[in-house]
């Protein structure tokens, strides 16, 4: 996680500034970037998969300071839609370092992943295969991958499981349709087919379903050699490594996983008498997430049917994790030491909405009150990208930090910014 260092007891520093310094400058709620620990975390992928792609996740987040790291770690990008894309290219980052996903892109998404040269286009659903193929037009010519569905469940929640055939992305290979569409794209001049995709799911915290997915994927390259005689120089297999959000929690080791990927892939081609194929891996929360922290201040503490509620001045709008995933972190008192007992208390967000709790249960000093700081770590993937404008509220702010200096990445959303896309009246 985001390197803390604690000058003043209670008073963390990350990046060497003191997170209360951060709270009074740019305000709260806020979220603060540890830079260091972004690029640490690149370059531990970089060491465990020395050859093989890494493309970071940009749904997880994305600004253009961080796509300026990505290039200069050495990465590369997963994007989904036309946004994504043109904030990276327009902060200079290669495009055919960028692979474009979605299981329904628009004809706005193709056509800008086309102008500007997007590296791979992955191909999510039958239809996408001509439509691709006629906005490439008679000359050209896009390489694409497939996104592959292994059949696999993994991920730590119902609703960012993508590896099996219930849900939404990809194409099947227990129904053949997987089969179907490789062979439909190898017809297509237009279209040059680089290698197979899948992404299992998210927050995943154990190797097996990784080693799984290698054979399952090299079982269908098996199967395509036989039937078109085609050898895929690339496997990718996406992203979803796990990490932990409290102390205590698992999270994937990702050396384990580089090892036994790499030895899984070689032992299965070997087998299948086919070339290693290049891997290509695609994490976004284990990049991003643990280098971020989101910081805010209590507005009210309430004693209540058996709880205390310590509400805070943000909520659901930047942080829908604990709402829509159930999922659990640990916020801490910052800003001074607490001077009572840890009683078990349940944060509250501001939103007009009894859903709107960010932690419940959670011990924090039985004196915290109003104008206190709590910090939440691991906020560093899927706060702000998933932020929302529930309530009218903005959107907080990102501010880097970095041997003891901060900037402001991303402002404030104010609510001038709001009040100008209304254009009604
Ligand atoms: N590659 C593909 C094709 C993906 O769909 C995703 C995530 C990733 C890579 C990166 O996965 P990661 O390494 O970050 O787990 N909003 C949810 C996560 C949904 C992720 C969707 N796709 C959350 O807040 O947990």
């Excluded at 050898?231 to 932990?244: C, K, N, Q, T, Y």
């Excluded at 910081?295 to 659901?316: E, I, N, S």
Aim: hydrophobic share 45%; aromatic share 4%; net charge positive.
């Amino acid at each position: 996680p985001a390197s803390t260092t604690e000058p003043r007891p209670g008073d963390p520093a990350v990046g060497g500034v003191p997170l209360s310094e951060i709270a009074d400058r740019f305000g709260t709620p806020v979220y603060v970037l540890d830079e260091a620990e972004v690029r640490a975390r690149c370059r531990t992928y970089r060491r465990a998969f020395p050859d093989a792609d890494v493309l970071y996740a940009a749904k997880a987040f994305l600004c253009r300071a961080m796509v300026r790291w990505m290039a200069e770690e050495g990465l590369g990008l997963d994007v989904c839609s036309a946004g994504e894309l043109e904030l990276a290219v327009t902060a200079g980052f290669r495009p055919e370092r960028i692979v474009l996903h979605g299981n329904a892109k628009s004809p706005h998404d193709l056509d800008t992943a086309l102008r500007l040269g997007v590296g791979r286009v992955v191909i999510d659903s039958p239809s996408e295969i001509a439509r691709l193929a006629a906005a490439v037009g008679p000359r050209g010519r896009q390489k694409v991958m497939v996104r592959v569905v292994p059949g696999i469940s993994a991920g730590g929640h119902e609703k960012i499981r993508t590896g099996t055939d219930d849900q939404k992305f990809g194409l099947s290979i227990t129904d053949g349709h997987a089969q179907h569409a490789i062979a439909r794209i190898l017809s297509q001049p237009q279209l040059e087919l680089t290698g197979l995709h899948c992404h299992l799911g998210s927050q995943i915290t154990s190797v097996k379903p990784y080693l799984a997915a290698v054979r399952r994927m090299v079982g269908l390259m098996a199967r395509l050699r036989r039937q078109h005689g085609l050898l895929l120089p690339e496997l990718d297999l996406g992203g979803g490594h796990g990490v932990a959000y409290r102390p205590g929690d698992a999270a994937l080791d990702l050396s384990a996983l580089a090892r036994r990927v790499r030895t899984e892939l070689a032992a299965a081609c070997a087998a299948a008498g086919l070339p290693v194929p290049r891997l290509i891996v695609e994490p976004g929360r284990a990049v991003a997430g643990p280098a971020g922290i989101a910081l805010y201040r209590v507005l009210a503490v309430k004693r209540t049917g058996g709880h205390v509620f310590v509400a805070v001045d943000g909520g659901m709008s930047d942080n829908p994790r604990p709402a829509l995933y159930g999922v659990r972190y640990a916020p801490r008192l910052i800003g001074r030491p607490g001077t009572a007992a840890e009683a078990a208390v349940t944060v509250a967000g501001r939103h007009c909405e009894a859903g709107d709790i960010l932690a419940d249960g959670v011990p924090l000093p039985g004196d915290v009150r109003p104008g206190d700081l709590l910090a939440v770590p691991v906020a560093g993937a899927y706060h702000l990208s998933m932020a929302s404008g529930y309530n009218l509220v903005g959107r907080p702010p990102v501010v880097a930090v970095r041997d003891g200096r901060a900037r402001l990445l991303v402002r404030r959303e104010s609510l001038k910014d709001i009040r100008v896309r209304d254009v009604g009246l």
